[in-house]
């Protein structure tokens, strides 16, 4: 739904790219790739390590949540600064979403063995975020622009995955080192069945994201 505010970012994009002009956008691209990766790497440690001191798993969800976080902010300046140096071509255009799907599945691949989400549900959500990434390139093929209108695009899943390893983060530190009668639990009881709020934000995914595939695949159909 972040996709409604990209004229109001557009300014804001133009001061934050000033610094990376001189860099080729392929080199963003291939940053903003790096920092998920490395996203997914820190999600995966976390499910190595839950067996190991306490400081570690905040840390590493902090971590990840702003590897994630610049990762996106790479993937909005690699397009952006191609637009400015007047380089964009189709070479470009791919390399940007080959590495996002890629990128796409290595981050749910981390978090689905991160211990803090069902493995199904973060397989189901990495289905559906492919699905409505699928269906607006589709659409670029066939209508000759993209689709990025929906319940979930890209900007909307690395701002929800960023602010609930930040808030987990936090979460885990105030349970650690925070005197307090209260312990605030990580696991919350819906239906029965006991979820993080990583899996809250999966299980949003998985719904958000059929929705938004049909919704493009449904405008795209109407508009051939």
């Given at each position: 739904m972040l996709e409604r505010y990209r004229e109001w970012a557009r300014p804001r994009l133009d001061r934050l790219s000033e610094p990376f002009l001189a860099f080729s956008p392929a080199s963003l691209s291939w940053t903003s790739f790096a920092l998920f990766a490395l996203a997914a790497a820190l999600f995966a440690l976390?499910?190595?390590?839950?067996?190991?001191?306490?400081?570690?798993?905040?840390?590493?969800?902090?971590?990840?949540?702003?590897?994630?976080?610049?990762g996106g902010v790479f993937d909005a300046l690699d397009g952006h600064v191609a637009r400015r140096r007047q380089v964009s071509s189709p070479r470009g255009d791919l390399l940007d979403h080959v590495l996002d799907r890629y990128a796409d599945v290595l981050l749910f691949l981390g978090i689905a063995v991160s211990g803090w989400a069902q493995p199904l549900l973060a397989l189901?959500?990495?289905?559906?975020?492919?699905l409505a990434s699928y269906m607006g390139t589709q659409a670029q093929a066939l209508l000759g622009r993209r689709l990025y209108r929906g319940l979930l695009g890209r900007a909307d899943r690395i701002v929800l995955l960023s602010?609930?390893?930040?808030?987990?983060?936090?979460?885990?530190l105030l349970n650690l080192y925070v005197p307090s009668p209260v312990h605030l639990p990580y696991r919350f009881l819906v239906g029965g069945v006991p979820l993080t709020p990583v899996d809250l934000v999966m299980?949003?995914?998985?719904?958000?994201?059929?929705?938004?595939?049909?919704y493009r695949a449904r405008r795209t159909w109407r508009e051939l």
């Open positions: 976390l499910g190595l390590l839950r067996a190991a001191p306490p400081f570690v798993p905040p840390l590493l969800l902090l971590a990840a949540g702003s590897a994630v976080f610049l189901l959500a990495l289905v559906s975020v492919l602010l609930v390893s930040w808030v987990l983060g936090v979460w885990v299980l949003y995914f998985v719904l958000a994201g059929q929705l938004t595939a049909a």
